[in-house]
């Protein structure tokens, strides 16, 4: 299936294959996806545990490489980028929420969130850091090390670190796992106010509440795109993903 849109609207787009291992070991996590990701829009990747939804976003946001194919970021092909060129694009107009915080547990909450633009030569204005933090609830828990942090906690200051140096494109893999439903709500909220900014949100969920708060949802299955919905509710969202489960 090739969601492809005009090129002058697509934020993100990949179109290849990603193998990992070789011979009788090999594990294809990517087997022809085409998609493209239209700009200022939200797109929730939706599928059963190993069917290539982070291997997809870690490739889009040029962490990972495709086998053979291409990926383009904000209309610039990046398929052949070197890692240093990879690197300032990631700290310029790509943020990335990781699942697993990649907080510096010696940093303060704020510390962490300024660290991105520290890293790409600006001196973050105090306000700028807190008024990340506030975006994601956090903003009274500034002095406060990822160890003096719940989990969820630490899962809002890893997005609002991916949200402070305003990026293009937020990828974010399970921005809202280890969030009660009152946090998730707001973040769900923080999401949309960014895309009704003008940004773009690329978003891997197995949540299907969260991800029919996307304006689409992208199913993979076997590392191949098998299924979208457009504006579709909770429910719908949870049919389709039963299927592919099953």
């Known amino acids: 299936m090739n969601t492809e849109t005009a090129s002058g609207a697509v934020s993100a787009m990949a179109e290849g294959t990603k193998t990992y291992g070789s011979g009788e070991t090999a594990l294809r996590a990517l087997d022809a996806v085409s998609i493209a990701v239209p700009r200022s829009s939200w797109t929730a990747v939706m599928g059963p545990s190993g069917s290539g939804k982070s291997t997809l976003l870690h490739c889009l946001a040029g962490l990972e490489r ?64 807190r008024a990340a933090l506030d975006a994601v609830g956090l903003g009274d828990r500034l002095r406060h090390r990822p160890g003096q942090l719940s989990g969820g906690q630490q899962q809002r200051v890893a997005l609002a670190r991916a949200i402070a140096t305003r990026p293009k494109v937020l990828f974010a893999d399970e921005p809202t796992g280890a969030l009660d439903t009152s946090s998730a709500q707001a973040v769900f909220a923080l999401l949309r106010s960014m895309v009704e900014a003008g940004q773009t949100v690329v978003m891997v969920t197995h949540d299907p509440v969260a991800a029919a708060c996307a304006d689409s949802v992208l199913f993979l299955r076997d590392g191949r795109l098998v299924d979208r919905l457009d504006g579709a509710g909770a429910a719908t969202v949870a049919a389709v993903l039963t299927g592919l489960e099953s």
């Open 66 to 129: 495709l086998d053979a194919g291409r990926v383009a970021l904000d209309g610039r092909d990046i398929t052949a980028a070197s890692d240093a060129e990879l690197t300032r694009l990631r700290r310029t107009a790509i943020g990335f929420a990781f699942q697993n915080f990649n907080l510096v547990t010696s940093l303060t909450a704020a510390q962490n969130v300024a660290l991105p633009l520290r890293l790409s030569g600006a001196r973050p204005a105090r306000g700028e850091v």
